[in-house]
C-alpha cells in the first residue's frame, strides 16, 4: 500500500502563487509515474501535470502551460507542483496521484493511476 499527502494549498489572489507538495510513503519501491490532477465544484477530476520517474519527461494541461511547473525529489519520495500567475479558474482541490504501472510514459486519464492522496484546496479570489 501507498499513501499520498498533499500539502501547500491555500487561498491566494489572481495572479500570485502556490507550490504544492506530495510526500509518498509505504511501499514505494520500484519507479513510478506521479501526476497532479484537480476538481473543482461540479465538474469532473481533471488532468493538471504528470512526471516520469526520471524528471526527464513532464506533460501539462494546455490550461496550465507555461504558468505550473512538476517536479520530483525522488530520495524524499516527494512531487511538487509551482503555481504561478494563478487564476480564479484554478480554483479547486488539487490531488496528486502514483500510476506504478508505467514509469517512463505519462497517461492524463485518472483509472490509469492507483494511489490517490486526499486532496488539498487551493483558492484563488479575483
Known amino acids: 500500500q501507498v499513501e499520498l499527502a498533499e500539502s501547500g494549498g491555500g487561498l491566494v489572489q489572481a495572479g500570485g502563487s502556490l507550490r504544492l507538495s506530495c510526500a509518498a510513503s509505504?511501499?514505494?519501491?520500484?519507479?513510478?509515474?506521479m501526476g497532479w490532477f484537480r476538481q473543482a465544484p461540479g465538474k469532473e477530476r481533471e488532468f493538471v501535470a504528470g512526471?516520469?520517474?526520471?524528471?526527464?519527461?513532464?506533460r501539462y494541461a494546455d490550461s496550465v502551460k507555461g504558468r505550473f511547473t512538476i517536479a520530483r525529489d525522488n530520495a524524499k519520495n516527494t512531487v511538487y507542483l509551482q503555481m504561478n500567475i494563478l487564476k480564479p479558474e484554478d480554483t479547486a482541490v488539487y490531488y496528486c496521484?502514483?500510476?506504478?504501472?508505467?514509469?517512463?510514459?505519462?497517461?492524463?486519464?485518472?483509472?490509469?493511476?492507483?494511489?490517490w492522496g486526499v486532496g488539498t484546496q487551493v483558492t484563488v479570489s479575483s
Open positions: 512526471i516520469t520517474w526520471s524528471g526527464g519527461s513532464t
Open positions: 509505504g511501499r514505494t519501491v520500484g519507479s513510478y509515474v
Open positions: 496521484a502514483a500510476d506504478f504501472s508505467r514509469s517512463a510514459v505519462v497517461v492524463t486519464t485518472t483509472l490509469h493511476y492507483e494511489y
